[in-house]
């Protein structure tokens, strides 16, 4: 493996280091840190990449430490142990009256939904500051892991699980499919997928919403043909931008047409895709605000 160290090892990864090394078992670690055993994996391969060392041996029968695990085991604790500490002194310092709640969200899939929870929390709680950020979901993963934010509406469950938050299910999203107004298909009602097998798709990034490119991917092939990808957008926004140039098509959540889409027409699919939506937030973090915000969110209809 080369030695190389390209970025900062983040806390989540730690986290998932530690739980292997306890249980010497993916299995189980994943089951205890509730997460998908693939996705842990990726984590710690990620991690030895990052690292330039293999931590742990594996075979079929067993996993083991390697020395560089057993060096690295001892930092990883102490780094966690920190971190915590750093945590629990900064809250107890926090005055009630002068709390804060940050929140981060995608705007594109929660631009309507949030306004309105944070409008009746802020009626019932006038005296905790409220922040919102414009995120993607990678970076409110990033954000969730250093403390940056407090609670993220994440969007889809692929980041959520891999870093191993805390989350609940506020809803579910139908895809639909924005096509040139100029396009044949634009006059119709309802759009089967199966009739665009021709055409060149946009994606939303892969790199900023793990798993919405796969969706877009298994949508088409239960549509009978694999999608000829074109360009991956950063933004919902400029996938708009993009299918109103007239290149090519896209699969979008249906929340993108309160957006304004000039020379765009979004059409429902005879059988649509659908994502759940979560709102996520740090494993085994107390706060007492964000737990208020939650309680709020649930009253309004918006957990499940």
């Keep these: 493996m080369p030695r190389r160290h390209a970025g900062p090892v983040e806390l989540r990864h730690l986290r998932y280091f530690l739980a292997v090394a306890d249980h010497l078992n993916f299995t189980r670690a994943a ?3 509730r997460v998908a055993q693939p996705a842990l ?9 990052e690292l330039g060392v293999a931590l742990f041996e594996r075979n079929r029968r067993a996993v083991h430490l390697t020395p560089a695990g057993e060096a690295f085991l001892a930092e990883a604790r102490s780094v966690l142990a920190q971190s915590e500490r750093a945590i629990q002194v900064a809250q107890a310092t926090v005055d009630p009256h002068d709390a804060a709640l940050r ?13 309105a929870v944070v409008e009746k929390f802020r009626r019932r709680f006038p005296q905790v500051a409220v922040h919102l950020f414009d995120y993607t979901a990678t970076e409110q993963v990033a954000a969730l892991a250093d403390g940056r934010l407090d ?6 469950e692929e980041e959520a699980e891999s870093a191993g938050l805390e989350r609940r299910r506020i809803g579910r999203c139908a895809f639909v499919i924005a096509l040139p107004t100029a396009h044949r298909a634009a006059r119709r009602r ?12 946009f994606a939303i990034s892969e790199r900023t919403y793990p798993g919405a490119a796969r969706l877009v991917a298994d949508a088409c092939r239960a549509a009978g043909f694999r999608p000829r990808i074109l360009q991956a957008a950063e933004r919902g926004h400029t996938l708009l931008g993009l299918v109103a140039g007239q290149c090519g098509v896209a699969l979008v959540p249906e929340s993108l047409a309160d957006l304004p889409h000039p020379g765009v027409v979004l059409r429902p ?36």
């Design 31 to 33: 089951v205890k840190l």
């Design 41 to 49: 994996s990726r984590q710690i391969r990620q991690l030895e990449e």
């Design 103 to 115: 929140i981060g969200y995608v705007w594109g899939l929660f631009h309507s939904r949030v306004p």
């Design 151 to 156: 609670l993220g509406f994440i969007g889809f």
């Design 190 to 201: 309802r759009v089967d997928l199966a009739s665009l097998a021709s055409e060149m798709f």
């Design 269 to 304: 699919l005879v059988n649509p895709p659908t994502a759940d939506l979560l709102v996520a937030w740090p494993p085994r973090r107390p706060n007492a605000v964000r737990d208020k915000f939650l309680m709020i969110l649930e009253e309004l209809g918006g957990t499940a």
